[in-house]
């Protein structure tokens, strides 16, 4: 287990329960009572510190090293039915971006989302799950292979941004994600996005025009991520904690302002602690939303998407 | 504004020894130093007479270059941004639009107006690049927004020239947000089958770039314009050596297949009003 700076007093502790549990083995003696009482103490150590996060200490677990990414949340909502599908069909197959077919309880689904990499050599081949343009064309191709045989999308965002390199600008990153959002706009099917990572930018939102926009409990969304804002607004990067609580970044700050559907509630201590509780709340919620989704038809799912998208921005008119 | 500018230096030509000269008699080129008399700078649509720099212009310029006689109707022209997440760094949000708005004389960073081009009606919605860098905010998003309900309505085409630096960082997710609400109503106004034409002009970058400036069914640039989706200094960073001569340029993109056209501003009008009376008839 990785601990993050904020959970100090809990990895003082698991160290004690180690030690604990070691004595106890060596020893022979029963000291199991001991033993659930300190495991009973990092539980509220743990519910302690996370009933009272901060806007940075939520960045700080949504980039948490162990976890769950994109693939992870796929293989389990869709009990390991899920076929990959590569390749935007012009330039390459962006590993960044990951898709393809699978079941939610007998109800097929078009699975989309950015992909992290899950070790040394795997962050690498994946971009730390930063898009090139190929990787949003690809999730387009198969977002309109989904309306073609009127099956559902579900995307998960997880990304740092979409790829700042000089061939994705040769390709029209920009271009990529306007049409993106153009096209998700008028999708015919009932689409789900949602955020269980880090969603920075246009690189996030080239995936996440849905009827239904839900964020994870410790997800973070806007339009650029702390320490970049820190260094362009403060002109400096020790304003991130400052920076993250200005941009109003979490699920709560969020719905508040009506710029997401709703929250999903993680475990205790985060995702990481229990990925298989995670990845079950995830799935009921998939499954209420495409239930309740289902209802509409396609032409008010539309109205409705670009009603909401539209509604969004604070402006007054002056007499 | 400062942190804008100061982003920007360095990377284009640099604009900081713009100046119009004693009393805006004289125009002195940035890019080739030659100086003009304003009157022929002006006449010539700000576009150096010698070196053929396009100069960088804002709505009240454009209107001027394209409306028949500078006759047009701004609409939506009272619209002001709020401040919904009470944004501060190290100003205070409302400080920095109260001082913009005194300062440009604008009251946000893009205007809207329709009128006729060469007698074609057109809809403009103009970015302007003085107002917090042409960032993009609630009311760049709402007035799009308006226009294009204005251009359905009206069956009346819509060009919007974008000028900007990407998200207003001080709308965060709201700033976000309108890439997601101008694409959605340019697919109104598509599936309604009226033309929209997106002029790229210098710079165009950020989250600009990636939702309404890419998406016009023909998309134009003027000639050198800086248009990209992530920063040339950040590109720089990520590959971690020079980038090449003329990356990012107006014509880099012409020739990555991203434009229709490179239209200089001298031919612009002439250019619009033959594409709508195409498209008319
Ligand atoms: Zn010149």
Redo the contacts with the bound molecule.
């Keep these: 287990m990785v601990f993050l700076d904020f959970e100090k007093p809990v990895e003082e502790l698991n160290k004690e329960l180690e030690k604990l549990k070691e004595v106890a083995s060596k020893s022979k003696v029963d000291l199991s009572k001991s033993v659930t009482e300190l495991e009973e103490k990092i539980q509220d150590k743990i519910v302690e510190l996370y009933s009272n996060l901060t806007p940075w200490q939520r960045v700080q677990v949504s980039r948490h090293p162990e976890r769950p990414y994109t693939l992870a949340y796929i293989d389990h909502v869709s009990n390991k039915s899920f076929i990959e599908l590569h390749g935007d069909r012009t330039v390459a197959d962006d590993k960044a971006m990951v898709g393809g077919w699978g079941e939610i309880d007998g109800q097929t689904v078009m699975f989309i989302g950015q992909q992290k990499g899950i070790n040394t050599k795997m962050r690498q081949i994946r971009r730390f799950g930063m898009a090139n343009p190929e990787g949003y064309r690809k999730a387009l191709r198969l977002m309109k292979m989904a309306e073609k045989f009127n099956k559902p999308i579900v995307t998960f965002i997880d990304t740092p941004g979409a790829y700042p390199g000089l061939e994705a600008e040769e390709r029209g990153q920009g271009e990529a994600i306007a049409k993106n959002l153009l096209e998700m706009v008028q999708l015919k099917v009932p689409v789900i996005c949602i955020i269980i990572g880090e969603g920075a930018s246009g690189g996030a939102l080239g995936i996440g025009i849905g009827d239904k926009v839900l964020m994870l409990e410790n997800t973070w969304y806007s339009v650029i991520s702390p320490e970049s804002c820190s260094s362009i607004l403060w002109r400096s990067w020790n304003f991130k904690e400052r920076a993250a609580e200005a941009l109003k970044l979490t699920a709560e700050d969020m719905s508040k302002h009506g710029l997401i559907d709703g929250i999903i509630k993680e475990p205790v201590g985060g995702a990481h602690r229990d990925p298989q509780a995670t990845f079950e709340t995830v799935k009921q919620e998939i499954k209420k939303h495409l239930n309740d989704l289902s209802k509409i038809s396609a032409e008010e799912r539309i109205n409705q998407r670009i009603e909401k998208f539209g509604a969004m921005g604070v402006v007054h008119e002056l007499d | 504004m400062g942190w804008f500018k100061r982003l920007k230096e360095g990377i284009t030509t640099s604009t900081t020894d713009k100046k119009e000269t004693p009393e805006g008699l004289w125009y002195k080129?940035?890019?080739?130093?030659?100086i003009h008399t304003a009157q022929d700078h002006h006449a010539n649509k700000h576009v150096?007479?010698?070196?053929?720099?396009h100069e960088r212009i804002g709505s009240k310029e454009y209107f001027e270059i394209i409306f028949d006689n500078n006759q047009f109707t701004e609409l939506h022209e009272n619209l002001v941004s709020g401040d919904p997440l009470e944004f501060e760094d190290t100003k205070k949000y409302t400080s920095r639009l109260t001082e913009s708005i005194k300062k440009s004389g604008l009251k946000d960073a893009l205007r809207s107006a329709y009128g006729k081009v060469n007698d074609q009606d057109l809809v403009v919605c103009c970015m302007d690049f003085g107002f917090i860098g042409g960032s993009m905010g609630s009311v760049v998003g709402e007035k799009i927004a308006r226009s294009i309900d204005f251009c359905i309505k009206t069956k009346t085409p819509l060009l919007i020239i974008s000028k900007s630096g990407g998200a207003r960082m001080m709308e965060a997710a709201f700033s976000l947000m309108q890439m997601a609400k101008t694409s959605a109503k340019l697919s109104q106004l598509a599936q309604n089958k009226i033309p929209y034409i997106s002029l790229l002009t210098d710079p165009t970058t950020g989250g600009v770039t990636a939702s309404y400036a890419m998406l016009g069914d023909m998309n134009i640039a003027e000639p050198g314009s800086l248009i990209g989706f992530a920063g040339p200094r950040v590109v720089k960073e990520t590959i971690g050596k020079d980038l090449p001569k003329g990356f990012q340029t107006a014509e880099f993109v012409l020739e990555h297949g991203f434009l229709d056209k490179i239209v200089p501003r001298t031919e612009l009008k002439e250019k619009l009003g033959s594409l709508l009376k195409m498209l008319k008839n």
């Design positions: 080129c940035p890019s080739c130093k030659k150096c007479l010698d070196c053929n720099y």
